[in-house]
């Protein structure tokens, strides 16, 4: 890159980090797992295309969803998609259902939890009137 092309090829980390809301400290995680890649200029400061806002917002409302990086790597080009919800993603789908499947197993499992508890509670309030 010449020095006058800096300013107009891609982001540097501060301005993702601004336009995505996302830690520069994430970005570069990302960029580790390889979720997302970025230029090096000679100063060695990254430069990130446009494409990556994208990358990252969906990797963002992943992560909300519950999904972990490892999961996110699956999605493949998916995760590359202007919008998530516009196009039928296969990979989407199967890691969907498999945490849906370990959420319901979570959940059962504090289910039972719970109700051992309020079983114990009651039990103990019962003795401590008597």
């Known amino acids: ?76 080009s998916c995760v590359r998609s202007p919008d998530l919800n516009a196009a039928p993603c296969t990979a989407a789908l199967d890691i969907y259902e498999q945490r849906l499947t370990t959420l319901r197993t979570k959940i059962d499992a504090l289910e039972h939890l719970h109700a051992t508890l309020v079983e114990h509670t009651s039990r103990l309030r019962a003795q401590l009137r008597d």
């Open 1 to 76: 890159m010449t020095p006058a092309a800096d300013h107009r090829d891609g982001l540097r980390i501060g301005e993702l980090s601004r336009r995505t809301a996302t830690s520069a400290r994430s970005l570069r995680y990302y960029e580790q797992r390889g979720l997302i890649t970025a230029d090096r200029e000679q100063n060695g400061y990254r430069r990130y295309g446009p494409d990556v806002v994208n990358v990252v917002n969906n990797i963002r409302v992943l992560l909300s969803a519950g999904l972990s990086v490892d999961d996110i790597d699956q999605f493949g």
